[in-house]
């Protein structure tokens, strides 16, 4: 069992910058990949980003490549999603997901393949 809680949204305006934290609890051999996905207000929950733990190799939706960074404090097991250049279109809940996922060496941005998630975190920026 993994338990998930997820840090650090808030309200900001367009071209700023945001750091998410979700600190994990329970079983280290129950993930090997975690994420951060977003669901916008009326749609379904989407992935932004994945890490996978063993080598620390992420993965991004195009939408956030080169704004955002997806890291892991491995002193802390504390994942973080580094939010820079923030738009309008960020606005989200943010969620942290975790899931051990065999017979892979990278991290899908696949929402129905994880089975540990966060309360969320909200999101909201301003043009």
């Known amino acids: 069992q993994v338990q998930l809680v997820e840090s650090g949204g808030g309200s900001v305006q367009a071209g700023g910058s945001l750091r998410l934290s979700c600190g994990a609890r329970?079983?280290?051999?129950?993930?090997?990949?975690m994420g951060w996905f977003r669901q916008a207000p009326g749609k379904g929950r989407d992935a932004v980003a994945t890490?996978?733990?063993?080598?620390?190799?992420?993965s991004y939706t195009d939408s956030v490549k080169g704004r955002f960074t997806i890291s892991l404090d491995y002193t802390k097991g504390t994942l973080l999603l580094q939010m820079d250049s923030l738009t309008p279109e960020d606005t989200a809940m943010y969620y942290c997901?975790?899931?051990?996922?065999?017979?892979?060496?990278?991290?899908?941005?696949?929402?129905?393949?994880?089975?540990?998630w966060g309360q969320g975190t909200q999101v909201t920026v301003s043009s």
């Open positions: 997901a975790a899931d051990y996922l065999r017979g892979r060496d990278y991290c899908p941005l696949a929402e129905g393949l994880y089975g540990y």
């Open positions: 890490l996978y733990i063993r080598t620390g190799s992420p």
């Open positions: 329970g079983n280290d051999f129950s993930r090997n990949c």
